[in-house]
């Protein structure tokens, strides 16, 4: 009967050891981010309304410079969403009880969300993180959480195949209740990355 060699059965078992700890400290990663994505939800459901401002700039690989525009962005709890464009032309558009009103100049168009798949995680990606509502958001995204409540990143991966093929990702950084930046990353390779500037009193 062959003697394993000591020197390598302390080597296998401070292998195993080191695998252990590796899965072990993955797991209270993955526990400690799910449960700060869980307080994060709840401080942003407490949220009833905000008024801030915001640069958008949209990334075309048709254009040699980002396409850039600003205005206000104005929430009220549970679904409105309002967002207004000052610059470079006025133009506003506004999500309230699943429809979409948009109006530049004299037009003014009202629309269904539910009939316009194509855009509806764009703009529900935005209401159900500044609701704290993780149930629409999972309904449509895949979450990943990354950093913690002072500073955090949360991305969202279409689930169905269908919208992957219009969206791959998108990514919303923050700190604390407050959203800084919401990139949205298209299939095709264009993206556009809305700046979100300090809140505008009443």
Known sequence: MRTRNPRALKLMRNASCFALALT?????????????????????????????????????????RPVEASGELLYSRPDRLEKRTLAPRPANLILEKGNITIQAGRRKRV??????????????????????????????????????????????????????GIVREIRIEGAGDTLHIVEIRQADGDRSVMTIGSAIPP
Do not use: C
Request: charged share 25%; net charge negative; no cysteine.
């Open 111 to 164: 629309l269904a969300l539910r009939d316009y798949p194509q855009i509806a995680p764009f703009i529900e990606s935005i209401r159900a993180t500044l609701a704290g509502d993780r149930a629409a958001l999972e309904q449509v995204f895949q979450l990943n959480f990354e950093g913690n409540l002072a500073r955090w990143t949360l991305a969202l991966v279409p689930r169905e195949a269908k919208m992957q």
């Open 24 to 64: 072990l400290l993955a797991t209270l990663r993955a526990a400690a981010a799910e449960n700060d994505l869980d307080r994060l939800m709840a401080i942003l459901a407490e949220r009833t309304n905000g008024h801030v401002s915001f640069v958008e700039q949209d990334y075309l690989a048709v254009l040699d």
